[in-house]
């Protein structure tokens, strides 16, 4: 899996949009970027994926440049429940699905 | 429920001392994960199951760590002789089917404290 790097931590106010960054330039053409979630004492949760259009769904957009090496996650207006980490993983399609987490963005939504 | 449902959701052990965490996945999911995830760190893979047939284990730490999925759909991951660094939470995780990007969905994790 191509190794991903994303800032441990970040703040956003409550209301604004969350941008967060993710890089990971030796992705190969057939891995997926997938987006996913940690709220203090829970599993991880999925938040989106994409190959190589932007995505957008009903939690967040998917930002992915064009070369593919890095990405951006929107939360378009950031809540107090946002407040989690977040956790970029570039991964094949196959291979069983298995993720292979980093230490992710600890992201900080403040009112 | 409709999610992945773990048990125990707190376990605290003694050192030495045999543990064995149960995950349901959701209904009809082929494939099963089982990830371990110290404090303050990311899930780490162990073990990824395909049906009954597990089909990658080397996340597996130690031959004290094994689990098993005998029937296709509940897995119980168990681990012998517990030591202090075994505790962390523990994430089963499920999936439809694999191979085709589908997203994977985690239960709660069992909490696993060795004393």
């Known amino acids: 899996d191509a190794k991903t790097t994303q800032p441990t931590s970040m703040d956003c106010a409550e209301g604004r949009a969350a941008n967060l960054p993710c890089n990971h330039s030796t992705i190969s053409g057939n891995e997926y970027v997938y987006w996913y979630r940690q709220i203090h004492s829970q599993g991880p949760q999925y938040i989106i994926h994409?190959?190589?259009n932007n995505e957008t769904n009903e939690m967040a957009s998917l930002i992915i440049t064009e070369d593919r090496k890095s990405s951006t996650l929107i939360l378009p207006h950031a809540t107090l429940r946002d407040t989690a980490v977040y956790y970029c993983?570039?991964?094949?399609?196959?291979?069983?699905?298995?993720?292979?987490f980093g230490g992710g963005t600890r992201l900080m939504v403040k009112p | 429920g409709a999610g992945v449902s773990q048990s125990p959701r707190y376990k605290v052990a003694k050192r030495g001392q045999d543990v064995a965490l149960r995950c349901d996945p959701i209904?009809?999911?082929?494939?099963l994960f089982w990830y371990q995830q110290a404090l303050g760190q990311g899930p780490e893979f162990l073990t990824y199951?395909?049906?009954?047939?597990?089909?990658?284990k080397s996340g597996l730490p130690s031959d004290r760590f094994f689990a098993e999925r005998p029937e296709g759909s509940v897995s119980t991951l168990k681990i012998q002789r517990t030591q202090q660094e075994d505790s962390a939470v523990y994430l089963c995780?499920?999936?439809?089917?694999?191979?085709?990007?589908?997203?994977?969905?985690f239960g709660e994790g069992s909490w696993l404290t060795v004393v």
């Open positions: 995780a499920s999936s439809l089917v694999a191979g085709t990007g589908n997203t994977i969905y």
């Open positions: 199951f395909q049906n009954e047939a597990q089909l990658d």
């Open positions: 994409g190959l190589k």
């Open positions: 209904s009809g999911h082929v494939s």
């Open positions: 993983i570039a991964g094949p399609q196959d291979a069983g699905n298995m993720l292979t």
